[in-house]
C-alpha cells in the first residue's frame, strides 16, 4: 500500500482489522504485508471480506486472530440490512440465514487458526427515527432540550417492550452454534454495539454472558461505547467495570462527536484508564477506516503503548 515507511523489526501486540483495506484501491491481498510493515503482528477479517477476496491471498501472509461475522460474505451489507439477515430476527428464515453466516465465520476461523468471532448478537424492531432525531440533536449541541429528554424516554420505552422476543432469539441462536464453536476451539465474543436499537444493552449482555461461560464472552468496542455514552445511555466505565472479566478482545478506534473508527488519539476517547480493564490475553485490534493514513496509525500505536493498552513482546 502507497506512503509507508519500513517500521522497525518490533511488532505490537496488537492486530490491524482489514477494515483498513477493503476501501482503498489497493488489492486486499497488499493489506497482509502492509500490516506487517506497520508493526502489527496479527489480523481480523472484517464483515467486508469476501470469498473471492481470500482467493488471492497467500495463506502464509495471513495471522489471523478474529474473524468478524459474518465473514466471508458474498451478500452485500445493504442487501443483509434490507433482508433483515440478524440473529435476533423473529423471521425465522431470516434468523438462519443469519445463523448460517456465524456457523460459516466459525468454521473460517477454526480453518485459519483464529481463536475468536466477533458476533453483532442483532437489534430490536423499534422506530429508528426516534435515534435519528436524537443524533440530529447532539450534532446541534441540543442534549439538555426537552426534546432530547422526552425522545430519550419514548425511545427506552419502545425498545424495553419490544426486546424480550428478540432476546430470546438471540438466545437460541446463539445456544444452535455453541456446541460447534467449540468443538472449533473458537469463542464468540458478543460486540457492544453502536446503536441503542441494537443487542445488547448492558443487562442483556449478562444475560448472554451467562449461557456459555468459556464459548460466548465479550468483546468491547471503544468507539460503540462512546458513541453510546455521547447519547446519554451508557458510558464506557459501565461496560468495562462490569465485563472486564470476560472480555476476549477489544476494538481499537476513537469516535469525534458521533463519527466513529478514526485513529486514537485523533477524538475524545480519554485512554489512559482502559488498559486497567484490558486482560493481559485479550486480542487488541485496531478497527480504522481506509481513509487513516500509515502517519496515524503509527502515531496511534504510540499513544496506546503509553495509554498501556498495546505492548510489545519484549516490553
Known amino acids: 500500500m502507497a506512503n509507508e515507511r519500513p517500521h522497525d523489526t518490533r511488532l505490537w501486540n496488537a492486530s490491524l482489522s482489514t477494515m483498513w483495506a477493503v476501501t482503498r484501491s489497493e488489492p486486499f491481498a497488499a493489506f497482509f504485508p502492509a500490516a506487517r510493515r506497520l508493526g502489527f503482528a496479527r489480523h481480523e477479517l472484517n464483515h467486508a471480506v469476501t470469498g473471492a477476496m481470500l482467493v488471492d491471498v497467500a495463506p502464509k501472509t495471513m495471522i489471523v486472530s478474529s474473524v468478524h461475522e459474518p465473514c466471508p460474505t458474498d451478500v452485500p451489507k445493504e442487501e443483509r440490512k434490507a433482508a433483515g439477515y440478524v440473529i435476533s430476527s423473529l423471521d425465522a428464515r431470516a434468523r438462519a440465514v443469519a445463523v448460517g453466516f456465524l456457523r460459516d465465520a466459525i468454521d473460517l476461523a477454526h480453518r485459519l487458526g483464529a481463536s475468536a468471532v466477533v458476533v453483532h448478537p442483532g437489534e430490536v424492531a423499534v422506530d429508528r427515527a ?177 495509554a498501556g493498552c498495546i505492548e510489545h513482546p519484549d516490553d
Open 130 to 306: 426516534l435515534e435519528q432525531r436524537m443524533r440530529q440533536l447532539f450534532e446541534q449541541g441540543e442534549t439538555g432540550s426537552a426534546e432530547y429528554a422526552e425522545l430519550a424516554s419514548k425511545y427506552a420505552a419502545e425498545r424495553a417492550a419490544a426486546a424480550p422476543a428478540h432476546l430470546e432469539e438471540v438466545r437460541a441462536s446463539l445456544l444452535s452454534v455453541a456446541d460447534h464453536a467449540e468443538a472449533c476451539g473458537v469463542r464468540l465474543g458478543l460486540e457492544n454495539r453502536d446503536h441503542y436499537y441494537e443487542i445488547p444493552l448492558p443487562d442483556e449482555m449478562a444475560e448472554l454472558l451467562a449461557l456459555r461461560p468459556g464459548t460466548i464472552e465479550y468483546w468491547h468496542d471503544v468507539g460503540h461505547a462512546a458513541k453510546l455514552d455521547h447519547l446519554g445511555f451508557h458510558d464506557q466505565v459501565e461496560w468495562l467495570e462490569r465485563f472486564a472479566t470476560r472480555v476476549i478482545g477489544i476494538h481499537l478506534h476513537d469516535i469525534d462527536g458521533l463519527t466513529d473508527h478514526i485513529a486514537p488519539g485523533l477524538g475524545s476517547v480519554e485512554w489512559s484508564g482502559i488498559a486497567d480493564f484490558i486482560p493481559r490475553d485479550a486480542i487488541r485490534t485496531f478497527e480504522v477506516r481506509g481513509f487513516t493514513t500509515p502517519d496515524q496509525i503509527r502515531a496511534a500505536q504510540e499513544l496506546l503503548h503509553r
